[in-house]
């Protein structure tokens, strides 16, 4: 299993340029999520899926979009890139749907390096 | 609001000597909590989670946390550090009566190991 992979491993943005972050497991986890992470404060969750065709927001969704049209992928949008977006950016993944996601382990990719210029 | 607090950003500590991390909540709730931690250009790995039962849990690599309800925390504790545990080690909460979606993570506690 090569578990959780993210694409690109870096990349840097002009403001205003629009790009997916990419997301796939291969270990049949229903819940994914994004997050970003900033110096002093620690992650936070952009947005998350309890499986395909579901999502919803979490601390931090403006500016960025998500769809999940197959268990495997859970693609990160950003619409119109800004310098505040400048982070590190995770995707995680854990069995558990509606029943609580909660109860598992997160396992996390090994993170995007996104700067917007 | 914050959910999690780590008091301390930084911490150095000498290998072989013991290594106690703190990690407060504000929840009505109790909670579930986690501590991760994240070595240099990696993603995050689980060490150890509580959801209820005994509050003195024990998770992987030699580390063990204590869930306090009266103290609204969750120490990380190792009794002897190596060199390997230098790291960044952050507190997670699951807000189980909120959305179960929503975890929120503390800011981290940056951890040097001196020889």
């Known amino acids: 299993n090569a578990g959780v992979t993210q694409t690109p491993k870096f990349q840097v943005l002009k403001t205003g340029q629009s790009m997916t972050l990419q997301c796939a497991q291969d270990?049949?986890?229903?819940?994914m999520s994004w997050y970003r992470q900033d110096p002093g404060m620690g992650l936070r969750l952009i947005h998350y899926?309890?499986?395909?065709?579901?999502?919803d927001q979490g601390e931090v969704p403006n500016g960025y979009n998500v769809s999940r049209s197959t268990t495997e992928d859970f693609p990160l949008r950003l619409l119109s890139a800004a310098p505040s977006q400048t982070s590190v950016y995770f995707c995680?993944?854990?069995?558990?749907?509606?029943?609580?996601?909660?109860?598992?382990?997160?396992?996390f990719g090994p993170g995007t390096r996104l700067t917007v210029l | 609001a914050q959910s999690v607090t780590q008091p301390d950003i930084h911490i150095t500590v000498s290998e072989g000597a013991s290594l106690e991390l703190r990690c407060n909540y504000s929840y009505g709730a109790t909670p579930y909590l986690f501590w991760y931690v994240q070595s240099p250009g990696q993603g995050l790995q689980l060490l150890l989670k509580y959801f209820s039962g005994d509050t003195l849990v024990q998770g992987i690599k030699g580390f063990e946390a204590e869930f306090k309800r009266s103290q609204s925390s969750f120490n990380l504790r190792k009794p002897s550090v190596h060199w390997s545990d230098a790291a960044e080690y952050f507190c997670a909460v699951a807000r189980t009566t909120d959305s179960w979606g929503k975890f929120q993570f503390g800011a981290g506690t940056q951890v040097v190991v001196t020889p």
């Open positions: 270990m049949n986890h229903e819940y």
């Open positions: 995680a993944s854990s069995h558990g749907g509606l029943a609580g996601a909660w109860y598992n382990e997160q396992f």
């Open positions: 899926s309890v499986g395909a065709g579901i999502t």
